[in-house]
């Protein structure tokens, strides 16, 4: 009994400080987007996303201490690569945890799609491995509960939906 125990709590650490592996789909977009070629929506490893233009946002936030520096893909840059419609995206974390954030958010210097925290992977335990990141310090108005609720962590799933 004790060895399973041990095993069992083994596999749980595993999971979460796991980061993701090479080819692991870690991204998928879909909704009102262009059509992907070959598939039903649009897939992204760490090395496709790490291979587009890289931004970097060093803020504090609300979840860490001190300043963190937060690298990855702006969300302007992410939606426009995908054909995005204008309207709202439903972002939705490994554990089915969903928010809205209107597609008026992608902007120059506004939130990134984070893969790296102060140089490294993100692990499922450290908020991973993508989190959308807002550059808090940089604009007052990004410090608010509205947008706050907006940096959603552990994200694995993007759902454009069009203005009507």
Not at 42 to 62: K, N
Not at 114 to 119: C, I, R, T, V
């Amino acid at each position: 009994m004790k060895r399973l125990a041990q095993f069992v709590a083994l596999f749980f650490l595993l999971c979460v400080t796991k980061v993701a592996s090479a080819g692991e789909v870690i991204l998928t977009i879909s909704g009102d987007v262009a059509p992907p070629t070959q598939t039903q929506a649009w897939t992204f490893d760490l090395d496709a996303l790490s291979a587009m233009p890289a931004t970097t946002v060093t803020t504090t936030t609300v979840w860490t201490e001190g300043e963190q520096s937060f690298v990855g893909v702006s969300l302007s840059a992410l939606l426009n690569h995908v054909g995005a419609a204008q309207g709202t995206i439903q972002a939705v974390a490994l554990n089915d945890y969903a928010v809205k954030i209107p597609t008026t958010d992608a902007v120059e210097n506004g939130p990134i799609v984070a893969y790296s925290l102060n140089g490294a992977e993100m692990s499922v335990r450290d908020r991973g491995p993508l989190w959308i990141i807002y550059p808090f310090d940089e604009n007052e108005t990004y410090q608010s509960e509205e947008y706050y609720s907006r940096s959603i962590w552990q994200l694995d799933r993007i759902e454009v939906v069009a203005q009507e």
